[in-house]
């Protein structure tokens, strides 16, 4: 375990910094130790070090402490001989001010739009993927009960390699339904992995599949720091959920928070109703990712958000930015990704209401 120094004097990481700094160290002749953070190298932090007038060192286990002057480090042979010992600065202010570096050199909420209802989230310096639904194109029959269903499902491509997109800390699975996780994603997702379900149904079906870390999310949870909430949805209006109840099912939302990250809801498969506008007021999200194809099923029946919920949630939160996500990648789809734009255009709703492409990526 690597920790932060200042005049030899050994100031553990807090919690946070714990959970999102990987120092690894190699050791070179004459002791020399490449510090990396993150896989980067450690020189980025002495040059906001610098920027910051600050001087500060750092130490080891196996190699004591280390103080020098941040102009004054050098890689290379001899590296950690005749270097002066770092100014005197109080504990507690280093360490605060190196964690504010670290947070912004480093640490910043990224969401990647993968396909469908599959996205990545790089949180609080963990990385979590939701739904993933991994099958390629066309490899699965339409949808029975929905409209289009002579259509192969899914209808795009994936972005990207699936060992990039299952290169993750966890995963979340808002609901078990074969558009948002598949026996491609059985497979190539590690079984040891921490994974977070709805209810008790959904986790058997997950444990079933062989995974032997699954966890049934209760309303507020902890995972490494970062708080999640399980909020209700509603995967259609009134009269298709009475009509088709058995094949909807459950859903669920999440809200992601923590101290140092703008407050990040998914609302899942679900239309605009009571139970996502309570979670608008009461959680207040910074970001909002809303499943918005307008699918819809026999019958002509919307089951997720279309044009007017996506105006409604627009309303309802009016300082987030929404992220329009689950577009043209299955065959009920009647909500198109151009045909969005034009009415977010109209609205003159554009400059907060995102819709990415597949493989599109924003950093907040």
């Known amino acids: 375990m690597c920790r932060f120094a200042v005049n030899r004097y050994i100031i553990p990481a807090c919690s946070y910094c714990n959970s999102i700094i990987r120092i690894n160290h190699n050791r070179y002749s004459n002791n020399l130790i490449w510090f990396l953070t993150n896989q980067k190298p450690i020189i980025s932090i002495y040059n906001a070090a610098m920027r910051a007038n600050l001087t500060i060192g750092f130490a080891s286990d196996q190699a004591g402490a280390i103080g020098m002057p941040i102009n004054s480090m050098i890689f290379g042979p001899n590296a950690t001989r005749n270097v002066p010992r770092a100014t005197a600065i109080s504990q507690q202010f280093i360490h605060n001010k190196l964690h504010q570096m670290l947070i912004e050199e480093y640490i910043k909420m990224q969401f990647t739009q993968i396909r469908n209802a599959t996205v990545k989230i790089n949180y609080a310096g963990k990385k979590i993927l939701i739904d993933p639904w991994l099958a390629e194109k066309g490899a699965v029959p339409g949808f029975g009960g929905t409209i289009n ?9 994936l972005p990207m390699p699936v060992s990039e997109i299952v290169d993750v800390d966890a995963v979340i699975l808002t609901h078990d339904h074969p558009d948002h996780w598949d026996d491609a994603a059985k497979n190539a997702i590690p079984k040891d992995i921490p994974f977070f379900v709805q209810h008790e149904k959904d986790a058997q079906a997950v444990t079933s599949a062989g995974f032997s870390n699954v966890r049934v999310l209760n309303k507020i949870n902890d995972y490494e720091g970062i708080t999640l909430i399980k909020t209700p949805g509603q995967h259609g ?56 194809c307008d699918a819809k099923v026999t019958g002509d029946e919307s089951i997720i958000m279309g044009k007017q919920d996506i105006y409604e949630v627009y309303k309802a939160a009016p300082e987030a930015t929404i992220i329009a996500s689950h577009m043209e990648a299955v065959n009920h789809a009647t909500l198109s990704r151009k045909e969005l734009r034009e009415f977010l255009s109209e609205k003159e709703m554009m400059q907060r209401v995102l819709v990415p492409e597949d493989g599109e990526s924003y950093t907040f």
């Open 237 to 292: 209006r009134p009269k298709v959920l009475e009509d088709m109840k058995e094949l909807l099912g459950d859903v669920s939302g999440i809200v992601f928070k923590h101290p140092h990250e703008k407050t990040f809801y998914i609302a899942g498969d679900t239309v605009w109703c009571q139970a996502v506008e309570d979670s608008l007021k009461k959680y207040h999200p910074d970001i909002v990712v809303l499943n918005s």
């Open 149 to 157: 269903d002579h259509i192969r499902n899914p209808t795009a491509e």
